[in-house]
């Protein structure tokens, strides 16, 4: 969850673009395979002025996805909620974040996290802050301060660039993990000179997500969009398909759309088709460096198709996580909207235990999909553990 200043900044524009598959007329074609379109013939434009799945994030509201973020952690008790306990088990509890933003991001994105290794005693009660009854923007910016503030003394908050601020275990009324993004029409928070502009909050339900709920929060800071349901069922888009949605799901790797948005997919690693033809694309799984990352067909100015290879490893392997996936990306829609929406492949499937209807979506070789409205097809030809070979095109 992210929240969002009164006065948000919207974002600039930019081109955009998808991939998919059906009979084209044959010079058409041929132009599109002897001539592939660069990837930024794909790129969408942001719509919404926050964090949505265009490419021209705004860099004044949001930090850059690649290089290294350093963050430093502040531990804190309050008037009401005493600590008791020592910061160690806290500090373990989100420290994996680093090493799995390392991996997902292909080295191209690193947490340097610190620690103030103390408690530092907040001025105000924890019930006093607004988590409970609906965090609002002022209510959240206050909290923030005055964590700054209290461990002022203590740090030099010059010399990072984000926050994470850790409550106590007693503390229960700071129940949830919201993420801090400044507003740049506000005099904001100031120490040592410099400005805050982000911030993770984390509450009590840190120790229901584990560690990757610090990487999801972070990631909001870099622009990306909540892709679960601010409405109904809440992982009815993408389901486990990517941190953004479900963070404990069976695969919840970063989807290659958002990765290319974030810049550590490559723009040579994205194949686009912009207008009718086809196109027939080897793609390397999204969870491995190298090769390939995804096709893309696109369907108007805002809205693409995507293809993409998941072969999830390690941790994250399962059963529902293998194939295929195809989703719609649209960059007019609001975080929590819908901006990513996966494409099912067997919704009357049975899924195995711990997997939704939603994680088994993946394709699987001699499936297609199809879009009737936009002539949009994707067939999936071979696969296998090295990736999948999928024919995009659009009539």
Partial sequence: MTGSPRHPRRLALAAAAVLVSCLAAPTTATAAARHPSPATDCALPGRTGWTDEGHDTDRAQFQRATGTHRVLTLYVDFPDAHATDSIDAYAAQLAPAADWMRTASYGRSRLAISSLHRWVRMPAASDSYGFARGLTFEAHEKYVRDAITAADPYADFSRYDMVYIVPTRAASAISFSPTYLYDPTTPGITADGTRLKWAVTFGQDMWHWGYKVAD???????????????????????????????????????????????????????????????????????ERPGGTKIAVLRTSETTAYVAESRRAEGADSSACSTGVLVYKVDSAARTGEGPIRIMNADPSATPPTGCTSLDLAAYTPGRSFTDPDTGARIDVLAGGRAGDVVRLGKS
């Avoid at 486990?240 to 949605?245: I, T």
């Avoid at 994205?270 to 086809?278: E, F, I, K, R, T």
């Fill in 216 to 286: 999801h929060e972070t990631s909001h800071t870099f622009g990306l969009p909540d892709l679960y349901s601010f409405t109904g069922a809440t992982h009815q888009y993408v389901g486990g398909w990517d941190l953004m949605g479900n963070i404990a799901g069976p695969a919840p790797q970063y989807l290659g759309w958002q990765s290319w948005k974030l810049g550590w997919t490559r723009d040579d690693q994205v194949a686009c088709l912009p207008a009718s033809g086809h196109r027939t694309v080897r793609l390397t799984p999204v």
